[in-house]
């Protein structure tokens, strides 16, 4: 859907269905994304960070954090929008699990207003969503990185494809060590649509952690014949 048809269908359905702020859940008033107060409720991502992955680092002084320091990553460099923690952890909890796809409207736009220059500069040729196995999906209704993709998409003008698919149903990654991460997600994603013809792909996903996701995914499709690969996530960790 294009960006001002989808303006019109926000517009109408909004009419009906009064918005809920993508922060605490409030009701809004049609055509905002959030409460004026919640604004300064969420902590965007600002620097320093590590130039590898994105995370928020404490010392303006260190170039990489402790996780591109000690491991190789088959992306190039990875954005966030928000630290993974207080009113953007409910938030993306809600988004998630709470059957709220009209929250990725709010974080699109804040990604592209932060990194739409980036995006531009590496003359990026499509966005690609982190898949969700399908029996999960559609449980869920909804593949959260996919709908964050597709909004993303219409704000930075690129087409969004989904070439990848989740083939095994893995268990929750932050609940597993490194090592037990990339067991977990041995073969578990699978290229079922040509995606040679795009050499600079962008993945999404909600929340990054390590990054195995995100390599186990990149990897598939540099096995294809992508040449960089980079990501931006609606959120990060700092901890992990």
Known sequence: MKKNSRLLFDGISGFFFPPRCAVCDGVLLPGTRICESCGGNVKRVAGPVCMRCGKPLSDVRTEYCGDCRRKKHSYLQGKAGFVYEGEIRQSMYRFKYGNRPEYAAFYAEEAAGMYGDWVRRRQIGVIVPVPMYRVRERRRGYNQAAVFARRLGEELGLPVEEPVTRIRNTVPQKTLDDIGRKHNLKNAF???????????????????????????????LLSAGVKD????????????
Do not use: E
């Not at 690969?229 to 992990?240: A, D, E, Q, V």
């Open 229 to 240: 690969i980079y990501y931006i996530c609606i959120s990060i960790g700092t901890g992990f």
């Open 190 to 220: 699978h290229l079922g649509a040509d995606i040679v013809k795009y050499k600079k792909v962008l993945l999404v996903d909600d929340i990054y952690t390590t990054g195995s996701t995100m390599d186990a995914v990149a990897q598939v």
